[in-house]
């Protein structure tokens, strides 16, 4: 395929008008799943909306009630229904006589490694495993820990649990031994499902041994089953041990699934423990699903007959849970899943995936995006991206320079950005522009989605109003006052710690309080500003760091940044930044660049919001998902000893960053 016929002077020219507004295409409203209606219908009876968004899956007995919250805040929705998570992602798409659809185009690390596997072979492989895994004694409600890169078996061992009524806990494949550790002591599993190993950057790394550290003197796991991926050595230990080929693979494939309550537990899925034990965050069955499949049919606009979806999450992490395992497969969608890093073996590779799959739907993360930017529009014009029709963001908040790159350069300036806000917690997207109908603001999530409903308060839960001609930007609490479908059900084990975290801050008025930051714009859309742990007090003065590390990759010099705050005597915290330039800014004096860049911070925010200190460094420390990890950060600003570096993509990253901070 030929590169799309645009230049690098037509993208330049069309960069420099900084649009503020950008409405949908007439052609692509005429065409999109949602409308606007679907606000009114929402607002006009929010139970009846959940219960018709409900009614879009198979159930096996229908609901006699939407919503129960006669014990808040533990809800209880579609009470009386029952249903099967995995029928409703494999079983009725075959059924419906899809079998020969693509499910999963799988792109494996090493080049040349792929697989296409349909919805009935899909069928096939859920109940051979379901099969093995009641053969080895398993039976609804035990714990199943999942620790796997993104091979097809993680997918499958997931939808085989919830076939089976069981609960799995994914752990990143990037996690280590001791945080592996941790979760299956805490779920009590019985079974982990791994592989002998896994790819990064072209080497083959040992996962099993890992698992082995992790399960020692642990009387709770029985087995571990292994899929052989790379084939390297592996230790065995006989009689807990299985391989999966010799297991699943023979297994039969007849499978009769059984419905479950429509509050069946369906997942754990673990905080990352940075400050503590980590929580067990647990999801339910018919109102996850429900949830899952509404947001990605009408927030991603999926025509399951021709689009070709590509999430680039992890299934570690709740976004692979959601829109890799759960929500595409539930509306029967072609997928996208790819093993490896973005630049293995060069930075040519996301591109050339989406040209070989003829991707239309792109969903990443702000942190990638700006990778993109740092390695330059050139490298991604030399790809035929025309197939892509929609584009969407998740993850964090995504600067406005970041959102207009996006479309320009992987959408030619016309593809709509769905830029989703959304939590392990909530389970599913809860503010994020419906394409086709929402005229968007580069670097908004807008509104809350129909169903949902959120609010901005300060700290005595006032609720803040949109103002169109407010100054100075009022930051508030994003908290959401009323239940949703897909929200979390309690942290493992502990009730209290529940109530506790998220729901006392605002106990009197009954709301969940989202830990994030966030103002409304000129226009009442909702600008989502990060952790509150990521408000800086500079001063007296609330300051995000969300929006200076905005203002930094504004300027034309930075490919990316991150902020955090530090202690200082004078103003209570300082603002220390760390920059990586472009390369066609790569030769100015870093001094020459300091300067202009607190100029920068100070025109779009305020003095005050002056980085204290400002590093130009190589690379940030980012997990292997893409994450920049600023708590590290933060040890560094602080002259502190670094807490645990296990999920580093790159641990040595830290010696060119020491080195330029004494610089």
Not at 386 to 403: D, F, K, M, T, Y
Request: glycine share 8%; with cysteine; charged share 20%.
């Amino acid at each position: 395929m030929q590169p799309r016929v645009t230049t690098l002077t037509d993208m330049t020219e069309a960069h420099t008008e900084v649009q503020t507004y950008y409405p949908p295409s007439a052609d692509f409203a005429d065409k999109a799943n949602a409308t606007a209606d679907l606000y009114d219908e929402a607002e006009a009876d929010r139970l009846a909306f959940w219960a018709k968004q409900a009614n879009r899956l198979s159930w096996d007995t229908p609901f006699t009630e939407v919503l129960d919250w006669s014990e808040a805040p533990f809800a209880k929705w579609f009470v009386g229904g029952k249903l099967n998570v995995a029928y409703n992602c494999v079983d009725r798409h075959v059924e419906a006589g899809n079998g020969d659809r693509v499910a999963i185009h799988w792109e494996g690390e090493p080049v040349g490694d792929a697989r296409s596997i349909t919805y009935a072979e899909l069928k096939d492989e859920v109940s051979k495993a379901a099969n093995t895994l009641t053969g080895l004694g398993l039976v609804a409600g035990d714990r199943v820990a999942i620790y796997m890169p993104m091979v097809p078996e993680a997918i499958v061992a997931m939808l085989a649990c919830a076939r089976l009524g069981l609960m799995h806990s994914v752990v990143f494949a990037g996690f280590s031994a001791s945080a592996l550790r941790a979760r299956i002591e805490d779920a009590e599993a019985k079974l982990v499902i791994t592989t002998d190993g896994q790819y990064r950057r072209g080497a083959a790394v040992s996962l099993k041994d890992a698992v082995d550290g992790a399960v020692k003197d642990q009387p709770s796991v029985e087995h571990v089953l292994v899929v052989r991926r790379t084939g390297i050595d592996v230790a065995w230990t006989d009689g807990r041990d299985l391989w999966w080929h010799e297991t699943v693979d023979k297994a039969s494939p007849e499978h009769t699934p059984q419905a479950f309550d429509s509050e069946q537990p369906l997942f754990l899925l673990y905080t990352s423990g940075t400050t503590g034990q980590p929580k067990g965050i647990m999801h339910t069955s018919g109102g996850y699903l429900t949830q899952a499949s509404y947001t990605h049919h009408y927030v991603f606009d999926i025509k399951p007959e021709s689009d070709v979806f590509w999430c680039t999450a992890d299934i570690g992490w709740v976004t692979g849970h959601t829109y890799i395992a759960y929500g595409p497969l539930s509306n029967g969608a072609t997928q996208v899943v790819y093993e490896g890093t973005p630049a293995s073996p060069d930075e040519h590779r996301h591109f050339q995936v989406i040209e070989k799959y003829g991707v239309t739907i792109y969903y990443t993360a702000p942190t990638l995006i700006r990778t993109f930017m740092k390695w330059g529009r050139e490298l991604v014009f030399e790809h035929d991206l025309s197939s892509l029709r929609l584009l969407g963001s998740v993850g964090e908040p995504i600067n406005p320079e970041a959102w207009r790159w996006y479309r320009l350069v992987f959408g030619a300036d016309s593809t709509p950005i769905v830029d989703t806000w959304w939590q392990t917690e909530t389970g599913a997207a809860m503010i994020s522009p419906l394409p086709g109908v929402t005229t968007c603001k580069p670097g908004s999530a807008m509104r809350p989605l129909p169903g949902i409903s959120a609010k901005i308060v300060d700290d005595d839960g006032n609720e803040l109003q949109p103002s169109p001609d407010q100054g100075e930007h009022v930051t508030g609490y994003l908290v959401l006052d009323k239940p949703w479908p897909s929200m979390l059900r309690g942290i493992w084990g502990d009730p209290e710690q529940f109530k506790e975290t998220y729901w006392s801050r605002f106990a009197e008025q009954g709301w969940y309080f989202a830990g994030d930051g966030a103002r409304y714009g000129s226009d009442g859309e909702v600008w989502v500003l990060g952790r509150i742990d990521d408000v800086m007090n500079v001063s007296g003065h609330r300051i995000s760091t969300a929006e200076v590390e905005s203002a930094l990759v504004g300027h034309a010099g930075v490919a990316e940044a991150a902020v955090v705050g530090a202690s200082d005597a004078h103003t209570g915290q300082a603002i220390c930044a760390f920059v990586i330039l472009t390369a066609h800014h790569a030769d100015i004096s870093t001094a020459d660049m300091v300067n202009e860049l607190r100029a920068e911070v100070a025109k779009e925010i305020s003095p005050i919001a002056k980085p204290r200190e400002i590093h130009v460094v190589p690379e940030l420390p980012k997990t292997r998902s893409g994450k920049i990890m600023r708590r590290l950060l933060r040890d560094v600003a602080e002259g502190r000893e670094l807490g645990d570096t296990s999920a580093l993509l790159d641990p040595t990253v830290f010696e060119a960053i020491r080195a330029s901070k004494a610089n």
